[in-house]
């Protein structure tokens, strides 16, 4: 039996600058708040609140207080109002998070009615649409799009999405259109984490994916190694069980941008104990075998 | 035994005007030539040549006469060649091609790589990339595309192509680009030939293409109809061989934009005798059950 990570799992650029940016305020400001969590991983924002860094969700709740954006960002008319209140903002937003609601927003300038390929309910979704002059329709897949013909329609993707749902809508697209303008604005952190899960689902006969249950691209993950093999999603190490290991050989191990390394380190360490070892444990995800992290 | 034609067949809107241009040009002045044939139909090409309306491949033979422009357009140098000699021109180019080769020209200028999807040696690209900046990549359909990734992508294409060539080169295009622009230029008349090629295709037994071996949408609407059932392409009524309606209940009839009625008309009426009858000869192509053209 044998453990191995996708080379590409766990921390992002944009999560490690965003709690980068709360750990060195929380060392420079009394009373720190994010607005909603700063990123989409409970423990992490648990741990973060040790730092006394809490996160708030809604903006009556931040009592005047220094307010961390969140790496998902936040509307347009909410940084208004916090501007508008004098309340000292530290912005987290990733930055490819931010230039996608640039692009959002020159699209809806130049005429085009936007389609955002994402999911409505998550706040970078939301944040995005608001950067977006008219109404921007949202899907999640190619299957609801509205029953509709376009003269020029432009379309952006939340960031954590996945390339075939972006194919798939954009042929879609092509008949129904005059002209299309297509920025692919799936950040290369998702897109080598899902090559790289579907790697090494590919090979395994197990898959454990590590993340915030509300974190979009750790859900994503799950989405694609489910495909190739029977895929569990945890966020702690005390979900394993026991029995998920009976008859299998290889287990593959993934985690999402928000997943933090002592987090995929308990889990491993975990799956060796499940496995009867207790020598073989570990101290860093870099002692994983198959983890390189992206450059 | 029945005949039926596909709904939208024969002269499109440019060829109509082409043609139109030329007569009332055949009028009006003495020697005309057309830099290239006019419309891709040898036969409708020799009816013209009736009028005086002869066709030259080359500038060099054009010996100082008034000359129209063919209905695919011509090179951006090589307007400028017979303005520069003090030629007499007449442009016949259809609107559809004129506005592609904008198209073109505006994408290279907007800093895209141009991407044609279409026949690098058909007449209509070969002008069409003389309107563009730089180096345009010419490709037949998606297994062409060279080995490349590209940061801002524009695509068009040859007014006659299939609009499932166009999907599958967009969705080819998505993975390898940061920013991809598709200006859907296959024109209406294509479209609805191409679509009611495919409704008579799947009812017929035997499905007959009429339109010239040098027609590109002729050829296309062959290729269509290939996939459905047994398809001969025939340029007049002289290649109709009695043997191909041994056994065939349902014979369905589609003709290209540059095929003119009275050839259409031919056809029908050979197509009745070889099924015995002389009495259903028609004169006009509306007789042909299932006509009726697009507004």
Redesign the interface.
């Known amino acids: 039996m044998s453990v191995r990570i996708a080379k590409n799992s766990g921390f992002c650029f944009g999560v490690k600058r965003a709690i980068k940016i709360a750990l060195e305020a929380a060392g420079d400001h009394d009373g720190i708040v994010t607005l909603g969590p700063i990123i989409h991983n409970p423990q992490m924002v648990s741990k973060l609140a040790d730092e006394g860094i809490f996160s708030v969700n809604k903006s009556e709740d931040i009592d005047g207080r220094t307010t961390i954006i969140r790496s998902h960002g936040v509307k347009k008319e909410t940084l208004q109002e916090l501007n508008n209140d004098n309340i000292k903002i530290i912005n987290a937003t990733c930055p490819y998070v931010s230039k996608t609601q640039d692009h959002g927003q020159k699209l809806s300038e130049e005429g085009y009615q936007v389609i955002i390929l994402g999911d409505k309910d998550h706040p970078e979704v939301e944040a995005l649409k608001s950067y977006i002059q008219g109404d921007a329709v949202i899907v999640a897949n190619a299957d609801e799009l509205p029953d509709l013909k376009f003269n020029k329609v432009g379309i952006i993707c939340q960031t954590t999405r996945n390339?075939k749902d972006?194919?798939?809508l954009?042929?879609k697209l092509?008949?129904l259109?005059?002209?299309?303008?297509?920025?692919?604005t799936i950040c290369n952190a998702t897109s080598v984490r899902q090559e790289s899960t579907t790697a090494l689902a590919k090979e395994s006969d197990l898959m454990i994916v590590i993340g915030g249950k509300n974190s979009s691209n750790t859900k994503m993950l799950a989405k694609i190694s489910e495909n190739f093999v029977k895929t569990y999603h945890i966020e702690t190490s005390y979900e394993i069980e026991d029995k998920w290991f009976e008859g299998i050989d290889e287990i593959g191990l993934t985690a999402g941008a928000s997943t933090p390394d002592w987090i995929i380190v308990e889990v491993y360490n975990k799956i060796i104990e499940c496995m009867g070892s207790i020598e073989d444990k570990i101290e860093s995800v870099d002692d994983i075998p198959g983890f390189k992290e992206e450059k």
Chains 1, 2 share one sequence.
Do not use: H, W, Y
């Not at 259109?177 to 692919?184: F, G, M, P, W």
């Open positions: 390339i972006l194919q798939e954009v042929q092509v008949p259109s005059r002209e299309i303008k297509v920025i692919n």
